[in-house]
C-alpha cells in the first residue's frame, strides 16, 4: 500500500472509513482468528492487508450492484483481463475501479490464473442464483457463491500462509456457504419486496432456508465448538448492520435485481 500514489491510498482509506462498509472490513479480523484457530503459520500482517483490501473490494462492489449497476460483474472481469494495475483517470473517479485495480496489486502473480477463473466461476453463480425459481435452487446457488467467495480469499493469502492448507481453505468455504445463507435470510424479505428474486418466497421456503442454516451451522460448530462465540459475534454483527435496512425506491424506478455478493465469516 504505501508504494501506491498518495492519492489512491488516502481514497482507499477514505473508503474503509465509511460506515456503509463497516462490517465488510471486520470480517479479516476473523478469518485471521480462525487461522489462529488452526495453529498455521501466518505472515498476518501482510495476509490482513490483502484480506483489507479484497473484503473492501467487495462491500464496493455490493454497494454498486444495490444502485443498481447490474452489469459491474462483467465491468470488474474486464478490468481484471489485465493483473498489471492501472490507476488512470477512471479508478480516481471511479471507487469499484480503484478497488478493483488496488486489488490486483495484492494478488500474486502465480496465484493471479486461478484467481481469475474462480471469480468468473463466482460471477456465473450469482447470474444463476439471479435466475433460480424455487428456494431450493436459490439455496445451492447461495452455498457455491459463499464458498467461492471464500476459497478466493483463500487463494490471496495463500502465499502469506507457507505452504497449502486444505484444511483451512475447505473450512472456509463451509463457513462462507454458511454466512451467505444467513445473508439471504436477513434480506429475503427486502430482495422480495424490491422485486429482486425470482421466484415468491413463502413460509416454506423461509422455513427450508432457516433449516439449511441450522443443519449447516450446527455440523460446522461440533467440529469446531471453540469457534462458536466467534461465529455468533459474526451473525450478531450482520443483523445489526444499520445499512442493511431495507432502501426507498427511486419514484418512477423499476426495482433492479442486484448480483448480490457474499459477506463470509
Known sequence: MENLPSDVRQAY???ADL???QHFVRIPDRIIQCIDYFGISCDRARASERLNAYYLFIGVVDDAIDSGRTGVGNMILEY???????FDYEARHSSVKLLTEILKVYISE???PMMLDKLRELYGEVVSELGATSVDLYIVHRKSVGALTAEVSYLLIRPDLGHDQPTLCN???RVGAIGCLIDSLIDLKKDSRLGLLAF???IMDY???TVAILRNGFRVSIRHPRLYGLFFRA???NMRDPFRQEPSPRPGSPPQRKDKAASVA
Open 13 to 15: 482509506h477514505d473508503l
Open 19 to 21: 460506515p456503509k462498509y
Open 171 to 173: 473450512f472456509m468455504k
Open 207 to 209: 422455513a427450508k432456508l
Open 110 to 112: 502465480r496465484a493471479y
Open 80 to 86: 481484471l483481463s489485465t493483473p498489471a494495475p492501472d
Open 200 to 202: 415468491q418466497p413463502g
Open 235 to 237: 451473525v450478531l454483527d
